[in-house]
């Protein structure tokens, strides 16, 4: 599976951005993606994941409301759409997918297969 990011950038608090991810590869099964991001000397921590065969989606709270993940009809482009974000968003944002079911896509530790990722700064 080969998985690359684009979007992301720099945006000052309350702004937008649009993040997609790139896949391929994929082979027959249960595929989910979600999106994580990683704050310099923090860890990964889950932002969104989709399970693509029954398009369930999982956010983590702190992004509920604000961010949306979604998928392209032809389920091989990622997106995580983010409005109205603050500096604690700042992180490189990175895309992962695996064979996994419910919301254990939220589970950094579950993916094997994970993007380079993208820098996201939100600053004033």
């Known amino acids: 599976v080969q998985l690359v990011e684009s979007g992301g950038g720099s945006v000052q608090p309350g702004g937008s951005l649009r993040l997609s991810c790139a896949a391929s590869g994929f082979t027959d099964g249960d595929w989910s993606m979600g999106w994580f991001r990683q704050a310099p000397g923090k860890e990964r921590e889950a932002v969104a994941c989709?399970?693509?065969?029954?398009?369930?989606?999982y956010y983590v709270d702190s992004v509920k409301g604000r961010f949306t993940i979604s998928i392209n009809d032809a389920k091989n482009t990622l997106y995580l759409q983010m409005n109205d974000l603050k500096p604690a968003d700042t992180a490189v944002y990175v895309c992962?997918?695996?064979?996994?079911?419910?919301?254990?896509?939220?589970?950094?530790?579950?993916?094997?297969?994970w993007g380079p990722g993208k820098q996201v700064t939100v600053s004033s």
């Open positions: 989709i399970n693509i065969r029954f398009n369930q989606l």
């Open positions: 992962a997918a695996d064979r996994l079911y419910g919301s254990s896509c939220l589970g950094a530790i579950m993916y094997d297969n």
